[in-house]
């Protein structure tokens, strides 16, 4: 099914360890996005791809580093885990505005991240 | 600058009732949409209704419709005949014509009494 694909959906990591969220699209979305839901605080938005080779900070990106080398994959990593980081993640592509204005995005079923 | 408050943590409503979330927003710019997302507890992020600015109708999908003020900056969301499946987190959220960036208010839950 078309959609937005988030691996894994739970993960636990130690303090200082690396790691790498993915995040695989296959309706050729333009835009794609990594957020954080944190309780009483929403979704924040992370960091931000408007296509390949093209990203961008959003509200909270210390701590992580993207990359987008294909339209289809933006994986989020997490360079030196820290318990501030414990959040569930996901990840959201969409059309560009010019080609559909309304749909909004689609999101990932999120990963629970714990860092320990 | 966009930002989005939703300035009800919790809300409880009871079945078959009529509930309305709030919702305020604000933006520089002139066009915009604007969207509700509900989370049930599976943590799935669902579209339930949007709205664009230009447009002066309320939207309206099955229970659900919103009440948008633009002078006011206020879109609130009207949930008729709850159910016990509404219970769930609601955002309200927001992007401009130009923009890349869907911004979301904290949340509401919503708890539906049987």
């Known amino acids: 099914n078309a959609g937005v694909t988030q691996t894994p959906k739970f993960q636990v990591l130690k303090t200082g360890q690396s790691m790498t969220l993915q995040c695989a699209q296959d309706m050729n979305h333009e835009y794609m996005s990594w957020y954080r839901q944190d309780p009483g605080m929403g979704l924040r938005l992370i960091h931000y791809?408007?296509?390949?080779?093209?990203?961008d900070q959003g509200e909270v990106p210390n701590g992580y580093n993207v990359s987008r080398s294909t339209t289809e994959d933006f994986p989020l990593r997490l360079l030196s885990a820290a318990p501030s980081q414990t959040s569930v993640y996901f990840c959201a592509s969409s059309y560009s505005m010019n080609r559909d204005r309304v749909r909004g995005y689609t999101f990932g079923s999120g990963t629970r991240l714990t860092v320990v | 600058a966009q930002t989005v408050t939703q300035s009800q943590p919790e809300m409880s409503v009871q079945e078959a009732e009529t509930v309305t979330l709030s919702c305020t927003y604000d933006t520089s710019e002139s066009d915009y949409y604007l969207f509700w997302y509900k989370q049930p507890p599976s943590r799935q992020m669902i579209l339930v209704i949007r709205q664009e600015a230009y447009k002066q109708q309320n939207a309206t999908e099955n229970r659900f419709s919103v009440n948008f003020q633009k002078a006011a900056k206020s879109f609130s969301l009207k949930i008729s005949d709850s159910q016990l499946g509404d219970a769930a987190m609601y955002f309200c959220?927001?992007?401009?014509?130009?923009?890349?960036?869907?911004?979301f208010g904290a949340g509401t839950i919503l708890r539906v009494k049987s």
């Open positions: 791809s408007v296509g390949a080779g093209i990203t």
């Open positions: 959220a927001s992007r401009t014509e130009y923009g890349n960036k869907l911004v």
